[in-house]
């Protein structure tokens, strides 16, 4: 099944995977129109632009959540101009039968072919692209790239719920320096001070939500 509103760019898909071998049995140019022909002929495969009428904002990327949610023996892939790692991310999260594709990085046909029939068996595939932007993301965000390896170090400690006692004995170093240590944490986390609230949880749960 293929959504996109541009008629040459979906003709020439429809063209393009019939010769290899795949078999084109609908075509839509809006979301509603592909919701419509999946009901009706339940394709193993729905390729969809992430933007079609009317707003040209997420209109397919929301076709295709409702796709997997409706029909999980349906596999889906994207396809987008742009890189966007956020609707990206949400679409293949489940990491089965799901696709993200950028359109000026299809070049070769027998592999864009091959990454469409992966996808229908039950893979996933993420264009390279979103997976650089994914890294840099994570290296801008990172809340403890800051952190040594020994702070890392005490820090995972500190989740597992130990002391600086506990730490210290853990580490083979003297509780006051774990202190120097978690105080260095807390600054560079730049977790406040403040009696409401309790900077070691803080700094725990910046600790997991980053693994």
């Known amino acids: 099944m293929l959504a996109d509103d541009d008629v040459l ?61 409706e029909f999980p023996g349906t596999a889906v892939v994207v396809l987008s101009a742009h890189v966007e790692v956020e609707h990206a991310m949400d679409l293949v999260a489940n990491g089965h039968r799901s696709g993200y594709l950028l359109k000026s990085r299809v070049t070769d046909v027998t592999e864009f072919v091959d990454t469409l029939k992966r996808v229908e068996r039950g893979g996933s595939a993420v264009d390279p692209a979103l997976v650089q932007e994914l890294v840099a993301a994570r290296r801008v965000h990172d809340p403890l790239g800051a952190l040594t390896a020994r702070e890392r170090e005490v820090l995972a400690l500190m989740a597992e719920g130990r002391s600086n006692a506990g730490i210290g004995q853990a580490l083979w170093v003297t509780e006051g320096t774990i202190e120097k240590h978690v105080r260095s944490i807390m600054m560079k986390l730049r977790l406040p001070e403040a009696a409401e609230v309790h900077r070691r949880v803080l700094a725990v749960l910046a600790f997991l939500n980053a693994h």
Not at 19 to 48: K, M, T, Y
Request: aromatic share 2%.
């Open 9 to 69: 760019l979906r003709e020439g898909l429809a063209s393009l995977l019939d010769r290899s071998g795949l078999e084109v049995v609908g075509q839509a140019s809006d979301a509603a129109g592909l919701l419509e022909l999946v009901r009706e002929q339940r394709p193993d495969l729905a390729l969809v632009d992430i933007r079609m009428p009317p707003k040209y904002s997420t209109e397919g990327l929301d076709a295709a959540r409702a796709i997997q949610q």
